[in-house]
């Protein structure tokens, strides 16, 4: 494997240099056999060997691996040290096409940001982040990705003990707004804009000879996050911890701790166990995204303008960009939902009052959609899903005045709308199996449905359908 390592050539403040902790028994449980060979990744044979490599057992020649600094908001309060506290990057690997791409281990034992933490990863979590990016990738949702998991043999002690494991996790970049923010908060306006510079020219190089790059970078840090919210919403996401640590400068999804996919349609959900405040519900995320950018806002200014009035006014006009940006990319995506591509006012107007009903009527998101790519011709089992049949004819009504009844339009429709995504309950009954019984069956299954979710796949409709109420999960946990 090729690394280049290009952040640990970055000043020593940026990072700890560590090597992962040895685990006992390590075991692979999944390798992510396509994303290996789309990043071309030179890898063994042999289960010993790959279980070696992914739980930091065996470091591979070139890596330099260090875990990286960064600080944060969390839920609103600032935390001047945060940092990899249990992941440690491997480096950075770059394919023929010239991607270059971040891997990292995530619970591979404790580093100098750890705190009071133990530096490691209970199973469970480790399936929930692989399952859900690699689902969030699958619905074209900028994501990062899962190239394996594997099982360390050790007991991490939670509440109770926990079979512990290693996710590998791969990124266009681990930069966050947190990192940013570390150096930010000390002062240490050198760094910050070292920091910009790696930045402008690993992830946005297009803009890098603008008249003001660091404005430049600064716009499409707040067009990638716009276009990223919008895409969650659009697919019933929630991330549930939408920190500054956890908003990432590539516009990627980042952390998969407490997120969870929306069965009924409530704008004010929420699941993290830890949001006691609704910060980051569902109809929350655009506000909170504009709030972290603010954040990062306030760490570039200074290099906006060498006068600081004029700096703080080029800040305030790209923030404010924000919303109209996230309403264009919210429209688009829920106006070609109900086949309407346009995306005109009166299209968007039309998509929120079927969102409102399908509040009202608690009816499932994911479903209703679906099965009104097939209510372009017969709207009988659509409209099935509401109580209220008036109403919900009547909007039929209305959205056949302006649709263009063609097959293309059903075909259109089926390529936005999945009927498969990772629903909470059938995640949970994968994790209870692997941490309960050290079954994977379920979770490979899930894998492999999630992997096609816009194919019908008759022989996998249990996995598109809702809980039954003894199923339904009301909480998820970040297991940290
Ligand atoms: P998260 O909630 O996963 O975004 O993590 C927030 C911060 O806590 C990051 O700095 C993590 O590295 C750190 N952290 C989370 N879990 C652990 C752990 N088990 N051991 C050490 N640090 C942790
Ligand atoms: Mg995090």
Known sequence: MRFINSYARLPESFYERIQPARVTAPRLIRLNRELADSLELDLPE?????????TGNTVLEGSEPIAQAYAGHQFGQFVPQLGDGRAVLLGEVQNSQGDRFDIQLKGSGRTRYSRGGDGRSPLGPVIREYVVSEAMHALNVPTTRALAMAATGETVFRETPLPGAVMTRVASGFVRVGTFEFFAARQDMTSVKTLADYVLERHYPEVRRSDNPYVALFESVC????QLVARWMCVGFIHGVIN??????????????PCAFMDHYDPTAVFSSIDHMGRYAFNQQPTIAAWNLACLGGCLVSLFDTDPDKAQDVGKRVLDGFVPEFTRRYTEGLCAKIGLPGGGETDFELARELLRLMHRDRVDFTNAFRLLCEAVGNTDRFTALFSSQEDIRNWIGNWHVRLDNTEETRQAMRRVNPAFIPRNHRLEQAIRAAEDDNDFTLTHRLLEVLARPYEDQPENTEYAA???????????????
């Open 46 to 54: 042999s289960d010993e060997a790959l279980a070696a490599i992914f």
């Open 244 to 257: 500054t640590d956890n908003t990432s400068i590539s516009g990627e999804t980042i952390d998969f701790g």
């Open 223 to 226: 067009r990638a996050q716009a």
């Open 466 to 480: 809702p809980p039954q109420p003894e199923e339904r999960v009301t909480q998820t946990f970040c297991g940290t």
